[in-house]
């Protein structure tokens, strides 16, 4: 008995390192900041990492849980300037083709922005060999209610809330935002930032397939509706936000803008559009690109929260 007693603890410890490994292997961390500038340099030999300057006054807090999940806990990452006041509330979804990336690598951008009068939330969302879509829809849609909902302890106007994405992030952020006139009023937001994300996956300038696949459950022949449904373009009306288009030079990333852009002027929603030029597709990591998108973030934030 003692012997089948130490058989069964080894084979569930086993079992148990297997599990872990498993899910060790389900982080995938190719997508990095180091690794980008790796790649960029040799076509942009003038680029340099970007950090946000020092902030007087800045406030920070770090992995925040916002969603308990039965085997995960998903997190952000809080930035303002302290003090007494109500300010817009700014989400940060990070890219990474919705397989890897973390939060942090909106850290820079969350401070600047931060600087400039706003509350910044890095939020992280599970990836696709964690989980498919909706799954990360979803929790970046949990993040924003539980900011909401935790609006004064974060010294956020609960009326003013923009989602901003970068890459694979852009498309996510940009379809949460056309789907508002879909979702409770917890989960609305005011304004959209898309960074050269996609606004619709089956288009004639995407060149979207096996990446796009894993995140969405299947190809488009597999899963047609869940490709179009996944396409910010085809909630695109008269209910969706004001918007800020920042793009860089490479038309793939900005499938379905411009039909989106029609039905804007359509519904006479506002819009901007910028493009950085001669960068690489990641120019908000980057100098000297990063000032550059900062500034244009700002404006428009300025513009749809701070009209005086």
Known sequence: MLVKKYIYILFYLFNLTSIFAIQKLEIDTSYTIHNTFQKEIKKFPNISIAYANSIINLSETKDLIFKELNNQKLHLDF???????LVPAVILIHGGGWKSGNKSHMEPLAKSIASQGYACFAVEYRL????????????????????????????????KIAVLGCSSGGQMAALIG?????????????????????????????RENVVASKWLGGTCKEKPKVWEEASALN????????????????????????????????????????????????FWLFNPYFKETTKHIVTFLDNQFKPN
């Open 79 to 85: 930035y303002r300037v302290k003090n007494n006041e």
């Open 128 to 159: 696709s060999a964690q989980a498919i879509y909706p799954a990360g829809i979803n929790d970046v849609k949990h993040a924003i209610k539980f900011i909401r909902a935790n609006a004064t302890k974060f010294g956020v106007d609960s009326t």
């Open 178 to 206: 056309t789907k508002n006139n879909e979702d409770y009023s917890s989960t609305k937001v005011q304004a959209i930032i898309n960074i050269d994300g996609i606004l619709a996956f089956k288009h004639p300038q995407s």
């Open 235 to 282: 909630h695109t009306n008269a209910q969706t936000p004001p918007i800020l288009f920042i793009n860089s030079q490479y038309d793939r990333f900005h499938a379905g803008r411009d039909d989106m852009i029609k039905i804007l002027k359509k519904h006479n929603i506002y819009y901007n559009l910028k493009t950085i030029l001669n960068s690489p597709h990641t």
